[in-house]
């Protein structure tokens, strides 16, 4: 079955920089393209970004370009984001959630179980 | 920047029709997804490519679109329907811009 999960959360100060993981299983990962989710407390879902299957093309939502860097590593079946230049409202639950199409990009179907990641001094 | 407009909340009794509403202006064009996410639970698909239900989500979920307005209809609600439903899309850019509705808080009671 599908298993994905998110790792890497934590508490980290304003201006900073965190690493956050997603595992993957269960299905063909170098064949999907991959989102990343995330969910302020109380508040609905926000998408932040996507890869490509091979990791080539990658889009960001307009909250998060320009500080956010979402990779891949096939081999680990293994996604990242990397967030640097943190800020209060980037304190959210983050979900990884594979894309329903190979080799495509359609829209999430599986979605892990999210990590919290909380900004503050 | 390209936005997805659902109703805040709906409200039914149980074995009614419960319909839920998302607006975007690339929605002729693209096709909307649909989530359901009860408390303190990661978001489930309950339909795809506008009208498709993947397995495993019982048949009183049904999606529909016409020109601008995509619609989530469940049909005899149940009280374990109770949730919240985002709709999902994307703009007509050539760079891919996803986007979710603000979501609906649907009650079943």
């Known amino acids: 079955q599908v298993q994905l999960v998110e790792s890497g959360g934590g508490v980290v100060q304003p201006g900073r920089s965190l690493r956050l993981s997603c595992a993957a299983s269960g299905f063909t990962f170098s064949s999907y393209a991959i989102h990343w989710v995330r969910q302020a407390p109380g508040k609905g879902l926000e998408w932040v970004a996507v890869i490509s299957f091979h990791g080539t093309n990658k889009y960001y939502g307009d909250s998060v370009k320009g500080r956010f860097t979402i990779s891949r590593d096939n081999s680990k079946n293994t996604l990242y984001l990397q967030m640097n230049s943190l800020r209060a409202e980037d304190t959210a639950v983050y979900y990884c959630?594979?894309?329903?199409?190979?080799?495509?990009?359609?829209?999430?179907?599986?979605w892990g179980q999210g990590t919290l990641v909380t900004v503050s001094s | 920047s390209y936005e997805l407009t659902q109703p805040p909340s709906v409200s039914v009794s149980p074995g009614q029709t419960a319909r839920i509403t998302c607006s975007g202006d690339a929605l002729p064009k693209k096709y909307a997804y649909w989530y359901q996410q009860k408390s303190g639970q990661a978001p489930v698909l309950v339909i795809y490519?506008?009208?498709k239900r993947p397995s495993g989500i019982p048949e009183r979920f049904s999606g529909s679109s016409s020109g601008t307005m995509a619609t989530l209809t469940i049909s005899g609600a149940q009280v374990e329907d109770e949730a919240d439903y985002y709709c999902?899309?994307?703009?007509?850019?050539?760079?891919?811009?996803?986007?979710f509705g603000g979501g609906t808080k649907l009650t079943v009671l």
């Open positions: 999902y899309s994307t703009d007509n850019s050539d760079n891919y811009r996803a986007v």
């Open positions: 959630a594979k894309d329903r199409t190979s080799g495509s990009r359609t829209g999430p179907d599986y």
């Open positions: 490519e506008g009208t």
